[in-house]
């Protein structure tokens, strides 16, 4: 077995901050020497190291998983339109393989089905509740911060390693991420491995490391489709100019990654293309019935221009622009609506990798340091410029993704800085970055005045008192340096963990969450009350302690917005405003109405079920292959949870899928296939022109109402007196 070693200095000829020895191997690797019990070494780490290293290390990660597995279960099913996805996929292994919402396998989520499987194989062996499809998630996050601090702990020091872990385990939207049922969890997983990966193969060349990216950055596709291809140009760049191996071989390596990449996010997409349609769900999300149109357009280009075909709401706009789904421009990771939840660090984070870069700018061209700082740093940057001005529909909750990224950054560019502490200039670097953090992290404090008020003066002493001693670090004792550098390091996370623990405190439920405490995400504007106002004359959306939501049309539909009632929101669930600043009073979700418009509560969250309701549908279940349909994904997944029995929704998430036609739906129903029709539920098409109001027409005029509460069927065994 061989034993790889880093060497005893960096590229730039300072000492290394990762321990000594190159030459020898360690005592017990020899030829022949007995190897360790695997508990042992599983505790002690390596040989090398010291020994609070690896205790160190599973501590953070046993922290990380106790905190992320704290009132998991008030999230319930959280967002029910993937739960929905893997109540069907853990009955039906069709509709586990192509990702159906529903097991009679009408139509698909419009996400590939990779971030499913393990939630659905979780529920097949446990049954299905909360935990059993939020805890893989939870696995999936503390996965993360153990591949994040292996990348920096290989090139730098344990401690350099053990900062960028808490960095990424304390980040607000990564703690609501990780405990939530969304494919970012997977994502930011994959794209952390895929990174590690490369820089592998900048350290020795060899061609599996950067097969095995490729393999993880395809699976990534298979979660999240196009995004997983953000950091693709940063990583192809640094290797291309940093491997250590002649250019023709690095371009037969880029090659050979480049096919990994196809065959492993390519054969599912294969497959679903060349299935006939007739026997396979509908693609949710397309126009065409088509996963490729889905990938380059509502999930693809459209999210960029705006041109989103299909979706209920519009863009952003270019630069500065603002649209329903925000402001575009350079500061949109700052402002008021996104700050809060990934940008803590994120000053800092800069400052650290132009210092990084500043430092290995005399290194040779193989330099593994800088290669590190360029993988990381590069995608962080790639990601960061895309989220700030995408057009399209974006949520807050995507910048999970630049966490491990800004994590690795910070304990990268730290320890480093830390190491060249005797060196005027990096010191002031390093007392910058704490500045920045605590300056930063006093502002984001500022706009919710009323959470914590005494946290941002200690946050911005503390970080200007250490900074001062970073400041002289190469000039005082090593004991005073360390204190110093460790008031830094609780100034810069105090904002953070705050939010975070904030996050962990209260259930999140619907398409639109945000980490932190209630007002922490405003719509253009800062500051906000608790249910989270909006800026711009917005009413209170929600419970308090909620988070506010925005509907995908921009308007204000009081009571949940369908023809009929809705149904008020249930203590977790979030409340709404739309992209105006507008709110939804008391967040209600629509389950009265009937179909048509739809419920704007019924797009974007789940409706509350009556077990009256419950009850009416499970009669004689099994004699239907869908016990009910409702226009609009999150309304008929609720009815889905809530009996265990298949629910078609018609036309998709949004409404506006052309899925099934009214000629499909009337067969479906003349077969006795179809038991109810769930009044309310989603946008329903767009007026009378879609297909999905086309359906809700009919059926109004053709079958018997039935009322049961404050919710509206219609039986599609019984036609209407008349």
Known sequence: MTTHYDPPTTEHGTPAVWGPPPTAPPRGTEAGAPRQPFVRRLWRGRPEDPRWVRPALLGLLATTLLLYLYNLSASGYANSFYSAAVQAGSRSWKAFFFGSLDAGNAITVDKPPASLWPMELSVRVFGLHSWAILAPEVLMGVATVAVVYAAVRRRFSPVAGLVAGAVLALTPVAALMFRFNNPDAMLALLMSVACYLVVRGVEDGRTKWLVWAGVAIGFAFLAKTLQAFLILPALAAVYAVCAPVPVRKRFGQLAAATLALGVSGGWWVAIVELWPASSRPYIGGSQNNSFLELTFGYNGLGRLNGEETGSVGGGGGGAGGSGMWGETGWDRMFDSEIGGQISWLLPAALILLVA???????????????????????????????????????????????????????????????????????????????????????????????????????????????????????????????????????????????????????????????????????????????????????????????????????????????????????????????????????????????????????????????????????????????????????????????????????????????????????????????????????????????????????????????????????????????
């Open 356 to 722: 990084g870069l500043v430092a290995t700018r005399r290194a040779r061209r193989t330099s593994v340091t800088r290669a590190s700082f360029l993988v990381w740093g590069g995608s962080l940057l790639m990601t960061m410029v895309v989220f700030s001005y995408m057009a399209g529909i974006f949520h807050q909750y995507y910048t999970v993704a630049l966490a491990p990224y800004l994590a690795a950054v910070v304990g990268m560019g730290a320890g480093l800085l830390w190491e060249r502490r005797r060196e005027v200039w990096a010191s002031i670097a390093l007392a910058a970055s704490v500045v920045a953090a605590a300056a930063w992290g006093y502002v984001l404090l500022n706009r919710t005045p009323d959470y914590l008020p005494w946290l941002k003066w200690l946050v911005l002493i503390g970080g200007l008192t250490a900074a001062l001693g970073l400041v002289f670090a190469g000039r005082i004792s090593r004991r005073l340096a360390l204190a110093a550098a460790a008031v830094g390091l609780v100034a810069a996370l105090a904002g953070p963990t705050a939010y975070t623990l904030s996050t962990l405190q209260e259930g999140h439920t619907g398409s639109i969450v945000t980490a932190g405490p209630a007002g922490a995400s405003v719509m253009g504007g800062r500051g906000g009350g608790p249910g989270g106002a909006g800026a711009r004359g917005g009413f209170r959306g929600g419970m308090p302690g909620g988070q506010g939501q925005r509907n995908q049309q921009g308007n204000g539909f009081p009571g949940g917005g369908g023809l009929g009632g809705g149904t008020p929101a249930q203590p977790g669930q979030q409340g709404q405003r739309n992209g105006n600043g507008f709110g939804f009073p008391g967040g209600r979700t629509g389950e009265g109405g009937m179909g048509g418009a739809g419920g704007v509560g019924g797009l974007l969250n789940g409706a509350s079920v009556s077990s009256e309701a419950r009850k009416l549908l499970e009669q004689d279940a099994s004699r239907y292959t869908w016990v009910a349909a409702s226009v609009g994904s999150q309304n008929a997944a609720s009815h889905q949870l809530a009996t265990g029995d298949p629910v078609m929704a018609i036309g998709g998430f949004n409404g506006t899928d052309p899925s099934p036609t009214l000629a499909q739906f009337k067969k479906y129903v003349e077969e006795g296939r179809i038991h109810y029709f769930i009044a309310g539920g989603g946008m329903g098409g767009g007026g009378n022109s879609g297909t999905a109001s086309q359906i809700s027409s009919w059926i109004q005029s053709t079958f018997k109402k039935v009322t049961v509460g404050s919710a509206t069927f219609y039986d599609l065994t019984q036609k209407a007196s008349g």
